[in-house]
Antibody, heavy 116, light 107 residues
Framework: EVQLVESGGGLVQPGRSLKLSCAAS????????MAWVRQAPKKGLEWVAT????????YYPDSVKGRFTISRDNAKSSLYLQMNSLKSEDTATYYC?????????WGQGTLVTVSS | DIQMTQSPASLSASLGETVTIECLAS??????LAWYQQKPGKSPQLLIY???SLQDGVPSRFSGSESGTQYSLEINSLQSEDAATYFC?????????FGGGTKLELK
């Protein structure tokens, strides 16, 4: 059974940093692109980042480019999202997902609140 | 960026009815469209990809179709468990973009 378990969310002040983690199991992690997708409270979905199987290629929307960094550790079946210079508009639930162009499986999410 | 315009934003239907949700892409996305279902307090779940391919385990009362840049999700014989918010997503080109969502309520 595919499992994706996010952690690392919490309350953080604007301008500060936070690192999210996603522990994967139930599939061969190193064979899949992985992604982060976020959802602001009561809002829609926004793709945040994607990383290739080896980690050599990463993709971001303009809204987070230069502030967020996606990475992975295939030996640990883990995905990460380093978020710097956080803004109030980054407040959202962050989901880890298996990306096959579409998002085939999603974790349960971790809430990040950016507020002073 | 490719814009996805989803409609309606909400709808209410009765058990057993058939409903249709639509997404209009701002340019040709060559059938590269996915649909997701999100129940309250839960993460989204994939229903359909490539416009009309049903994800394993998804009931056959869900179906997807397309006409030009207009994509549709049809749900036949509505069940109580279908009450949820539905999102479309284009998977043709980065940045991946989603429709604004359709909240389906059961009467």
């Amino acid at each position: 059974e595919v499992q994706l378990v996010e952690s690392g969310g919490g309350l953080v002040q604007p301008g500060r940093s936070l690192k999210l983690s996603c522990a994967a199991s139930g599939f061969t992690f190193s064979n899949y692109y992985m992604a982060w997708v976020r959802q602001a409270p009561k809002k829609g979905l926004e793709w945040v980042a994607t990383i290739s199987t080896s980690g050599s290629r990463t993709y971001y929307p303009d809204s987070v480019k230069g502030r967020f960094t996606i990475s992975r550790d295939n030996a640990k079946s883990s995905l990460y999202l380093q978020m710097n210079s956080l803004k109030s508009e980054d407040t959202a639930t962050y989901y880890c997902a298996i990306e096959v162009n579409w998002f085939a499986y999603w974790g349960q999410g971790t809430l990040v609140t950016v507020s002073s | 960026d490719i814009q996805m315009t989803q409609s309606p934003a909400s709808l209410s239907a009765s058990l057993g009815e058939t409903v249709t949700i639509e997404c209009l892409a701002s340019e040709d996305i060559y059938s590269n469209l996915a649909w997701y279902q999100q129940k309250p307090g839960k993460s989204p779940q994939l229903l359909i990809y490539d416009a009309s391919s049903l994800q394993d385990g998804v009931p056959s009362r869900f179906s997807g179709s397309e006409s030009g840049t207009q994509y549709s999700l049809e749900i036949n014989s509505l069940q109580s468990e279908d009450a949820a918010t539905y999102f479309c997503q284009q998977h043709h080109d980065y940045p991946w973009t989603f429709g604004g969502g359709t909240k389906l309520e059961l009467k």
